[in-house]
Nanobody, 117 residues
Framework: QVQLVESGGGLVQAGGSLRLSCVAS????????MNWYRQAPGKQRELVAN???????NYAASVKGRFTISRDNAKNTVYLQMNSLKPEDTAVYYC???????????WGQGTQVTVSS
């Protein structure tokens, strides 16, 4: 059974930083693509960043240069370091795993990030 548990969200002022964590069980993060998505009220869920099998990373244009995705293979955990936060970064952030063998997507429960101006 795959479980993804996010943590690290909260309320921060514009310009501040937060680090989100996604602890995975039942799936090996280094063997699969791991994604961070976010969904703001009234908007569609969007891909923020991902880290692929070989360790390569990709970012949405809106967060490039401010956010960094990484993983700790020993802890089977994926992180999203968010710096220079803006009010428009306010959203629920979700961890997602793409199981490459089972061709199945798994989602965490989400963690709220609120950036005040």
């Amino acid at each position: 059974q795959v479980q993804l548990v996010e943590s690290g969200g909260g309320l921060v002022q514009a310009g501040g930083s937060l680090r989100l964590s996604c602890v995975a069980s039942g799936i090996i993060v280094s063997f699969n693509t791991m994604n961070w998505y976010r969904q703001a009220p009234g908007k569609q869920r969007e891909l923020v960043a991902n880290i692929i099998l070989g360790g390569g990373t990709n970012y949405a244009a809106s967060v490039k240069g401010r956010f960094t995705i990484s993983r700790d293979n020993a802890k089977n955990t994926v992180y999203l370091q968010m710096n220079s936060l803006k009010p428009e970064d306010t959203a629920v952030y979700y961890c997602n795993a793409e199981h490459r063998r089972l061709l199945t997507n798994y989602w965490g429960q989400g963690t709220q990030v609120t950036v005040s101006s």
